[in-house]
């Protein structure tokens, strides 16, 4: 399965922008995506992680109250809403989908994902 995530672009601090990651080429029901970003000299960083269904979520600290992803099994899209933006969300962000089928709940580390997008640029302006 190929991923694509797109959306991003040049916000100013508390402003909002919808993220989506497009899969094609696979089976993408089945499987639980994450949303992860790099910011400049920084690792990457899991955000977000959403089940096979939809059910079930999974935030990092800094991001939860904020972003919320969600999917659409039927047009194999997940997105990433993100509101009240700051400086420090600017970065690279990725989506990619999880090795294994199934799982309940999304999981937080990196390693358990594959099928990496290509990402796209947020810019939060102060």
């Known amino acids: 399965v190929q991923l694509q995530a797109s959306g991003g672009g040049l916000v100013q601090a508390g402003g909002s922008l919808r993220l989506s990651c497009a899969a094609s080429?696979?089976?993408?029901?089945?499987?639980?995506v994450g949303w992860f970003r790099r910011a400049p000299g920084k690792e990457r960083e899991f955000i977000a992680g959403?089940?096979?269904?939809?059910?079930?979520?999974t935030y990092a600290d800094s991001v939860r109250g904020r972003f919320t992803i969600s999917r659409d099994n039927a047009k194999t899209m997940v997105y990433l809403e993100m509101n009240s933006l700051k400086p420090e969300d600017t970065a690279v962000y990725f989506c990619?989908?999880?090795?294994?089928?199934?799982?309940?709940?999304?999981?937080?580390?990196?390693?358990?994902?594959?099928?990496w997008g290509q990402g796209t640029l947020v810019t939060v302006s102060s």
């Open positions: 080429g696979g089976t993408f029901s089945g499987y639980a």
């Open positions: 959403i089940n096979w269904s939809g059910g079930s979520t």
């Open positions: 990619a989908a999880d090795r294994i089928p199934w799982r309940t709940i999304p999981t937080m580390t990196g390693s358990a994902y594959d099928y």
